[in-house]
């Protein structure tokens, strides 16, 4: 009789592998994973061994012959079925399955009238591994005779496991630079860290979130209900209702810094258009983001809620079953339509989850658009045919509508088709600042063109248009070529001034000025609301209308920066705005009490998820029962 040295490994490791060519299988025949380059390909077919390795080495654990086959044959069960609920979930829904949205049992709904048009009978398929299993089994049982084996063999088998987690977490790494923390996309996840690991990460996200939730009982509002009230400045009474009853366009420009805004590159302005639309719009000089890791999704979320973003990870991802009050919510509350608008798969930031705890009506996405090889360049569709046929979905829409369309083509790494380079790059080492300046160029393009095609289509003249930069687009490693642009240093001051985006608002009717008033995003949303008449006092908000006289110059940076009138706290030094050096700390020191608390009070909204225990006006009826 032959010897099996590794009695029950064998069982083990044919489990595993079975189960891992099956998921790389399943990865390429049913989900539609986009893959780049070999080097993703090789992640994708590592990605699901290191998980199957460490559930199927439990069976080392096992004494008895019977208990071990059977855990191995019932956990090749249960991972088959997870894996295959989420192949008929991408059917439905193509998207991967997360905890929150098995929750959500609304989505189900819709599911469950049409499962037996996904479920098909060749689906089982999907188990043939656990059926060759089960059969091994049954007929061949001493293939996998127990024998006692050592501490050391064990040891041994989940080193390799482990060595296997880093290896390819390495690797992912390098693919996508901060994966974990700042958890970009389901897609992108499972590309990397395999389908059955992502399960791990979101059940960890999720059970860290529930904790905080659970523990919060809505006593921490009072708190901060006062300090928003302390804080409340009265809204400028020209401005309010001014332009109530009109739509609402919203455009969100990639990675659009204020700098290029009236300057030049080799003697030819970067945007010639938006320097002319400045002229007959209002003009935020000192507007700066507010974001941190979720980037966009981090404007998105302030634009929509004004609150900050978190300090790790981003709260599209975190924290998309919290309540909100969002304006979209609110504006949808008075009639309007409401909807977002980018040419990219829908779940990127998790936008499709968070879009419908935010109260869209409805998010154009890429299935929406018409997106070919020929009208895409770099993360995807061109700017401008998304402009346009943006506008196309726009005169279908019933009005007034709000819509926020974001743009993508000014993204980091900065490419271009050679017909769309407008200008000559700049002239520097660094090929990531010298193209910049030409995606500007043609984001100010597309803007241009946008705008046309609303005039053409009878739009423009009812609507106000907002738009403002997401976040910077050359970050803190391109200090050189920056300042070999702006002809000086990059000191902290100045990398927290280039911190500043544009912020334009377009009122028909309104000639429009440039103000210089101290702002960020979180003012968005009350001063937009404001314009559209609504009042915004009774919300839990940390921004203010910028156009009232009362606006305090005083905004704080995610990562607790902040800036006055005459002042700029960064780096644990206060800088001189006017001499651009460090000078003596009393001078921020008022300010820098305030920043934190801001920052403490809006995570504790978000991570309490306190908004679902605030009823309006209840905090004001204790105020005035007590009067
Ligand atoms: C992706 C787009 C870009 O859909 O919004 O995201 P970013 O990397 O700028 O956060
Ligand atoms: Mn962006």
Not at 420 to 426: A, K, M
Not at 431 to 453: C, L, S, W
């Amino acid at each position: 009789m032959k010897v099996n040295k590794w009695p029950g490994v064998s069982l083990i490791v044919m489990a595993t592998i079975l189960l891992w060519i099956k998921t790389y299988i399943v990865y390429k025949t049913s989900f539609d994973i986009e893959i780049d380059n070999t080097i993703q390909e090789f992640i994708l077919l590592i990605n699901p061994l290191s998980f199957l390795l460490f559930i199927f080495g439990l069976g080392l654990f096992m004494k008895k012959d019977r208990s071990r086959t059977r855990f191995i044959l019932s956990s090749s069960f249960i991972i088959s079925f997870i894996l295959y609920g989420n192949v008929v979930f991408y059917r439905f829904f193509d998207d991967f399955l997360t905890l929150p949205v098995l929750f959500q049992t609304s989505n189900f709904s819709d599911l469950g009238t049409s499962a037996g048009e996904i479920i098909e009978w060749k689906d089982l398929f999907y188990f043939a591994d656990v059926i060759i299993l089960a059969l091994i089994i049954k007929f061949k049982p001493n293939l996998f005779a127990l024998k006692s084996y050592s501490k050391a063999n064990r040891r041994a088998y989940f080193l390799v496991a482990i060595a296997l987690v880093f290896f390819n977490l390495g690797l992912a790494e390098t693919e996508r630079p901060q994966l974990l923390t700042r958890t970009f996309d389901r897609e992108i996840l499972v590309k990397n860290i395999g389908t059955y690991n992502y399960h791990l990460y979101d059940i960890f996200l999720q059970s860290k979130s529930s904790a905080q939730r659970a523990l919060a009982d809505g006593s921490e509002l009072a708190d901060i209900d006062n300090y928003v009230r302390a804080t409340h400045v009265q809204p400028n009474k020209e401005m309010f209702g001014i332009a109530k009853g009109k739509n609402l366009i919203v455009v969100s420009l990639e990675s659009l810094q204020s700098f290029p805004i009236n300057n030049t590159v080799n003697g030819e302005e970067v945007t010639p258009f938006l320097n002319d639309f400045i002229g007959e719009s209002y003009y935020f000089e000192n507007f700066y983001h507010q974001t941190q890791q979720g980037k966009t999704s981090d404007s998105e979320f302030i634009f929509d809620n004004s609150l900050y973003p978190l300090n790790r990870g981003a709260v599209f991802f975190t924290h998309a079953g919290n309540e909100y009050e969002s304006m979209t919510e609110t504006l949808a509350e008075k009639g309007y339509y409401t909807a977002a608008m980018h040419a990219n798969n829908k779940s990127f930031w998790n936008r499709d989850i968070m879009y419908d705890s935010l109260g869209y009506e409805r998010f154009y996405s890429l299935p929406d658009y018409e997106v070919t090889e020929e009208n895409s360049v770099n993360w995807g569709m061109k700017d401008i045919p998304f402009f346009e046929q943006s506008v196309r979905h726009m005169k279908e829409m019933p009005q007034p509508f709000m819509t926020k369309l974001i743009t993508l083509t000014n993204h980091y790494p900065f490419y271009l088709d050679e017909e769309d380079e407008l200008i000559e790059p700049y002239t520097s080492n660094d090929g990531t600042v010298n193209r910049y300046f030409q995606t500007v160029r043609y984001m100010d393009e597309a803007i241009k063109e946008f705008i046309q095609d609303l005039k053409d289509s009878g739009i423009y003249e009812d609507s106000i248009i907002v738009m403002y930069g997401d976040h910077y687009g050359i970050s803190e490693n391109h200090n050189k070529a920056m300042s070999k642009y702006l002809g000086k240093e990059i000191t902290p001051f100045v990398s927290t001034q280039l911190q500043r985006v544009p912020m334009i608002i377009h009122i028909p009717g309104q000639v429009g000025k440039t103000l210089s008033t101290v702002s960020g995003q979180i003012d968005i949303k009350p001063t937009i609301m404001h314009l559209l008449g609504i009042e915004t006092k009774e919300n839990i908000q940390f921004g203010s209308d910028m156009f009232s006289e009362q606006h305090e110059d005083f905004i704080v940076l995610r990562d607790g920066s902040f800036i006055t009138k005459d002042y700029v706290y960064t780096d644990n030094k206060c800088w001189d705005k006017e001499t651009e050096q460090t000078t003596d700390m009393n001078y921020c020191e008022p300010y820098k009490d305030r920043a934190e608390k801001e920052l403490q009070y809006s995570d504790k909204v978000i991570y309490g998820d306190l908004l679902r225990f605030y009823e309006k006006n209840k905090f004001r009826d204790e105020e005035r029962k007590e009067e």
